[in-house]
């Protein structure tokens, strides 16, 4: 049952980025938005993968990996809620980079809590978890629906 649970975890937490960003383009294109500002909103999850370690290395050591990932994928509901509802670029930028500096630490989180449970259970020897499970679901999925 463990492991379904993390599976079923990894998928959501990746299916979440793929159903959201793809579009994004395409929206930000029938906004209007001008390409400096689109180049900016685009990079906001690259900046979000630049302060991903520093929340890692935090919720490591002082906090529980699953309470920090609950806050985050919070946060980021939180920011993606804002950012459907406005139509100016410079808002639409600030909710995307704040929600992406709560969403990329949550990747290294997700992938973390399989690995510290697995080792945890000393589940090697009833079969083998491994943190990219969700990325081989996501994509399963995506075949199997024609995508």
């Known amino acids: 049952m463990i492991k379904f ?7 959501l937490q990746y299916m979440m980025y793929a159903v959201w960003w793809v579009p994004l383009a395409a929206y930000l294109t029938n ?3 001008g390409s400096t500002q689109k180049a900016l909103i685009l990079s ?3 900046i979000g993968c630049m ?3 520093l929340v890692g ?7 529980a990996a699953q309470k920090v990932l609950a806050g985050l994928n919070f946060i980021h ?3 993606l809620l804002w950012a459907g509802t406005t139509n100016n670029p ?4 600030l909710c995307l980079l704040l929600g992406m500096l709560a969403y990329m630490p949550s990747w290294s989180l997700t992938s973390a809590i399989p690995w510290h449970t697995c080792h945890r259970k000393n589940s ?5 978890l491994a943190p990219s499970d969700g990325w081989h679901q996501v994509f399963s999925v995506s075949f199997s629906s024609g995508f």
């Not at 410079?90 to 930028?93: M, W």
């Open 90 to 93: 410079n808002i639409l930028f």
């Open 77 to 79: 509901a939180a920011m």
């Open 44 to 46: 906001s999850m690259a």
């Open 5 to 11: 649970k993390l599976s079923t975890m990894m998928l």
């Open 124 to 128: 090697r020897k009833s079969g083998y």
């Open 57 to 63: 290395m935090l919720a490591d050591r002082f906090f």
């Open 51 to 53: 302060a991903s370690p």
């Open 31 to 33: 906004l209007e938005v």
